[in-house]
């Protein structure tokens, strides 16, 4: 959506009056991921904030957060001639905002399936929604929306004083920034492909333009340079970049792992709250002298916020020759071998692969496909010899594990990326050229215990484990390190997980219960128990590693046990580009696409979107993405592969 310029003509005669803009911290805030959500540098920001030099911020604080601009800097861009004036409350392109008051039951998904608003626009218009999604909490929506969608609920429209407020900084940070005819103020579709079409340059041309630029992303609101003013010199210019499928930008809640990305050759790590010096060294497996050569500002003590080099990547794979990208997929469909086993699967992944390599066609990247049967486990070793190691530059697949290593072995000595779309194994790691899919089950875990951490206060705590209880003892060593004194008990079915009494009164006490069993039939055991449980004594809490089909099907009676849980995929489909892949898969197939078909879009067009025409995959795993119902967000880990850490947190509010 392209963002109208409203400036009050009020605001022009005041050539004096200072435009500032603030934030209110909240948890999880740090310096860093406020200063990259406001398009600063950190110094920017503690010279705005000298008292927060040290880092540390309370819930509660309020930072100024932008630079002190000049209204004159209005009137200069005024007599540019703005496209529309207007003293009236803010607009946007769906009309005057409004707010609702947020009722029981109402989530951020619910929220834009009732209102018939897209996520992101939503949490444009409420940039802290994640912090603000409490019963009685205010909402801001086009008021139009509310008005045909609302039904009942309530309308609290927007004051005057506020809005002519909000709306004169905005205004003048856009229009001075505008002002700039070597600039360009970034917005929220835009990304690298548009804009260098846009203005005629490479890519390469962008980023010497704007040092940061490659590893930071596009920022909406961000200034970029887009004309060479003659400071900057390119070398050894690259083709102009071939267009990639672009993908919706569908927010999701935070993760809370630090993670590490590439940038200038270098594994990076962003310094978090309670990161220490020998605990980078320990993790990241490196030595004081090696951490100090690379960062000699380490001298002056470590903040959070800072970005660190780790060490020196390991040669990446680079494409040899010809301008076509060549790719492989290894599916299992087990006609060679005469194994049918995995093949319904196999073909519904390839068939949303196929979708995903005919768009990318579509938009201009030249593609190679290879389709290859890799048979059973037993059988697969005959596969290997259909690959030219010498002309492929992208292997995705295969299924599993024994035959990813296989696979893995084979093109060592040429580095060809390998991704792995669902085997996900600590003896994977060790490989630099490998990309793994699928979000291991110990990061959902790790999730699991601050969610319980967050929640405790001296109950009881059952864990309901699998058949090898492996998931269930990590849970419960990790939640006795976080909790004092707490009694956590590993129990093998939902039915055992019992109430407890009050020592002193005999009265019903809560408990907490988490699911660490992937079965659907415990699934529906478990939510079953929680809501009998609700029942009898509130404040129960639940908890689960992973989703079932029942938990959408009792939203109702499992937000009585405060059940949150974890997600690997989900689709929006009030998306604009979900909205758009479904219409196109079903008209190809004539049908709603499978979780493997899915799984086959996202994978494919994932990977797609980052490779350019030298192969350099690489260099692009930093930027997070979501495809049709997948998010990505990897991180690589210090022994080499590439592991995604994306899922999504789903929280169901009681009455």
Known sequence: MIRKIFILSSLITFSAVFAQKTHTVVKGDNPYNISKKYG????????????????????????TVNKSVKTSAIKTAATQKPKEVSTKPVVTATGTLGKIVLQPKQTIYGITKQYQISETELRRLNPDLDSHMKI?????LPLENIKKFGGTQVVVKETVNEIKAETKTETAVVSSKSADENSYVVEAKDNYYKLTRKFNLTQKELFAMNPGLEAKGLQPGDVIKVKNDGSVIVKNEEPKPTPVSQTSSQNTSTNTYSSASTSDDYVTYTVQDGDTVFGLLNKFGITLDELLSLNPNLSNGLKTGMVLKIKKLDSAYVKKSGDALNVVLMLPFGFDSNDSKYRTLALDFLSGAKLAIERSAKSG???????????????????????????????????FKSNVLEVLNFVKDQKIPVVSPFANSEDLLGYSNLVI????????????????????????????????????????TNLEKELKNANVIIVNSPLDIQEDKNMMTGQSAPVIGILANNSDAVGDSFATRMIALSKEVSGIKSFSLYY????????????????????????????????????DYRQKYCKTPSKYSVIGFDVVNDMLSRENKKGELFKQMNKVQTQLATKFEFEKTKTGAYV????????????
Do not use: C, H, W
């Open 40 to 63: 600063m540098s950190l110094d920017e920001l503690f010279k705005l904030n000298p008292k927060f030099k040290d880092g540390k911020l309370a819930i509660g604080d309020v930072l």
């Open 136 to 140: 009685g909490e205010e909402i801001v």
């Open 365 to 399: 990247q030249k593609l190679d496909v290879k389709v290859v049967d890799a048979g059973n486990e037993e059988s697969f070793r005959n596969s290997l010899t259909q690959i030219n190691k010498d002309n492929t530059d992208l292997i995705i697949g295969p299924f």
């Open 437 to 476: 899919v699928e979000t291991n089950d110990m990061v959902y875990a790790d999730r699991i215990v601050k969610e319980v951490k967050d929640a405790y206060s001296d109950q009881k705590i059952y864990i309901v484990a699998d058949a090898d209880k492996s998931k269930a003892n990590y849970l419960k």
């Open 548 to 583: 079932s089909p029942v938990f959408e099907k009792k939203v109702d009676e499992l937000s009585q046990a405060n059940l949150v849980y974890l997600m690997d995929r989900k689709i929006n489909t009030d998306g604009d580009f979900e909205k758009e892949i479904l219409s």
């Open 644 to 655: 995604n850490k994306g899922y999504r947190v789903v929280r169901l509010v009681p009455n």
